[in-house]
Structures are given as C-alpha cells and as structure tokens.
C-alpha cells in the first residue's frame, strides 16, 4: 500500500504555526488565572501557615 503524504503550502503552515501559537498563549493565561484564583481564595494567610 502506498503511503500518501500531505504537503502543506506556506500559507498553511503560517496559519498552523500561528493557531499553535494561540493555543500555546491560551493554555498560558488559564494556569495564570488558575494561579491567582488560588492565591485569592486562600488570601494572604496562605503565606503565614506551618510548613
């Protein structure tokens, strides 16, 4: 059986790299805003508590 492989033109791999990009950048906002929901619901006492 013959393999058939697809080749991407450069518009098309301008616009995967591009939406690979908006991925990447929105992953990174939902860990910070999962970070600071965090740091707000346990407020400043999360800093004074035992180790």
């Not at 518009?11 to 950048?25: D, E, H, P």
């Amino acid at each position: 059986m013959e393999d058939e492989l697809v080749t991407l033109t450069d518009s098309q791999k301008r616009a995967r790299r591009s939406r690979s990009i908006a991925i990447g950048l929105a992953l990174f906002a939902l860990v910070v805003i999962f970070y600071i929901a965090t740091i707000a619901k346990f407020g400043p006492a999360i800093l004074d508590r035992a180790m």
